[in-house]
């Protein structure tokens, strides 16, 4: 008599089958440098990867990019995703999704209508390993940007959907299976974005469509509640003045907007507070820039001796301050310096800060994409000069240490690396040997050669 098949050996199974036909595919496609040329066959994989494939070619999607583009800032992605419509529904999204996964070794993602992914949460240990093919917020998760997988997908054919391995179009997803259904709007029906759940073979495990099927469900019905409260409100409650928005990060309350300062590859530094932005000069570009990296303060010593090359000048600062004090209170009076020590009364995000940060956490992919240079790159400020070369060594070291040959080229394409030999070595042996970006490296380091020889 025949032993019977196990049902969960036979699932097994044929989930193996799926992943030696995808495999095989893209063996084929590793046969053709433009895509799948008309009427070809992939025999043994689903229909909707093979409609998805193609799709993925006629975007001129890459499969051997390693990393999805990142599309929106740090600086855009707070504000942007502050008015997002989903915003409203991320609590429901986080008891229902994110709170587990946490446990469950699993990420969840939630991305607007175009598949740009906006938060990306969830067991850190994962979401190390998934900044390695840029899953991070402010990335472009669609089709056209790289190919089949759950989030693009999804929002494509407009349902919910599994991706396994390597059914993914990019070959760097392949050690990933992602669960993704799309979010509608709950009046208009009008597609508003995407949840996703990305992990190991549990996140396309049978209940997980039902998951967060269920979750898009119970965030829809919330955000309906929401509206039909908000509009009740507005009906019942007297007409009265707006009250104007608090600056977010003042140690008086939370508001709208997040305060920043842009430092990097400019010399005159940007700030933005309260949803206003104006350039400073450039001593004011470095004075804020100071304070902001010292939240605990500087006396005037120590300010003095961090702007001043040599002997600092205490008297010549405080006639700084005074102007600086006048810029700020015009743009925001409650962002004017405190005194004894010098202080911000808010706080102040510096991009030099978010690369750092970035580099913290092993994340230089995304420290190389915030990365637009160095840090107020004229300035002779004895504490400029430090912050600047501390930020550009730590992303130097990052990247040639763990960097891709795509990451090396990018860092090399910076001013600061125009003459660095060894990024460009580094990125000569991780390039494939039939690379056309071969050619180019080889002429730059001949170029250098040339010039230190001569």
């Not at 070291?397 to 060894?422: C, F, I, R």
């Not at 690379?435 to 050669?449: G, N, T, Y």
């Amino acid at each position: 008599m025949r032993n019977p098949i196990h049902p969960a050996a036979a699932v097994n199974g044929a989930a193996e089958l799926l992943q030696q036909h995808a495999r095989t595919g893209h063996e084929q496609l590793e046969s053709w440098r433009h895509g799948l040329p008309e009427g070809t066959e992939l025999h043994g994989l689903r229909t909707l990867i093979k409609e998805s494939w193609r799709r993925s070619a006629q975007f001129n999607a890459n499969p051997d990019q390693p990393e999805a583009p990142l599309v929106i800032d740090l600086d855009e992605l707070e504000e942007y995703r502050r008015r997002h419509p989903l915003a409203t529904i991320m609590p429901v999204i986080q008891k229902l999704l994110i709170q587990p996964s946490y446990e469950s070794g699993l990420l969840v993602a939630v991305g607007d209508e175009l598949g740009r992914l906006l938060w990306v949460d969830g067991n850190p240990a994962m979401r190390r390993r998934a900044e390695g093919m840029m899953f991070v917020a402010g990335a472009d998760w669609s089709e056209a940007a790289v190919g089949t997988s759950a989030p693009g997908t999804a929002l494509a054919l407009d349902r919910g959907i599994q991706i396994s391995g390597a059914e993914h179009y990019k070959r760097s997803v392949h050690p990933w299976s992602c669960t993704a259904v799309p979010f509608h709007d709950p009046d208009s029906g009008a597609l508003l974005g995407v949840v996703d759940i990305t992990g190991t073979e549990a996140a396309v495990a049978p209940h997980t469509l039902s998951l967060v099927e269920a979750t898009v469900a119970a965030a829809q019905a919330q955000l309906r509640v929401e509206r039909l409260q908000l509009a009740a409100t507005k009906h019942s409650a007297p007409a009265r003045r707006r009250n104007r928005p608090s600056v977010v990060g003042s140690r008086e309350g939370t508001g709208l907007y997040r305060n920043s300062l842009q430092l990097l590859g400019r010399d005159q530094a940007v700030l933005s507070i309260g949803g206003r932005s104006v350039p400073l000069s450039a001593r004011h570009s470095e004075i804020l820039a100071l304070l902001g990296t010292r939240p605990e303060g500087l006396s005037a010593e120590e300010l003095a001796l961090a702007l001043y090359p040599g002997e600092g000048s205490s008297v010549t600062l405080r006639a700084e301050m005074v102007r600086l004090r006048k810029v700020l209170h015009e743009l925001e009076p409650a962002a004017v310096p405190e005194s004894r020590p010098y202080r911000l009364p808010i706080d102040l995000g510096l991009d030099a800060a978010q690369v750092l940060s970035c580099l913290q956490r092993g994340a230089h992919r995304i420290a190389l994409e915030t990365y637009k240079g160095a840090v107020l790159p004229h300035s002779e400020a004895p504490g400029i000069v430090e912050l600047r070369e501390k930020v550009s060594s730590l992303l130097r070291e990052a990247v040639l240490t763990d960097g891709s040959a795509e990451a090396l080229l990018k860092y090399a394409g910076l001013p600061e690396a125009k003459n660095d030999v060894d990024v460009r070595l580094a990125a000569l042996r991780l390039l494939p040997p039939r690379s056309p970006k071969r050619a180019a490296v080889v002429a730059e380091l001949e170029r250098l050669e040339s010039e230190l020889s001569g």
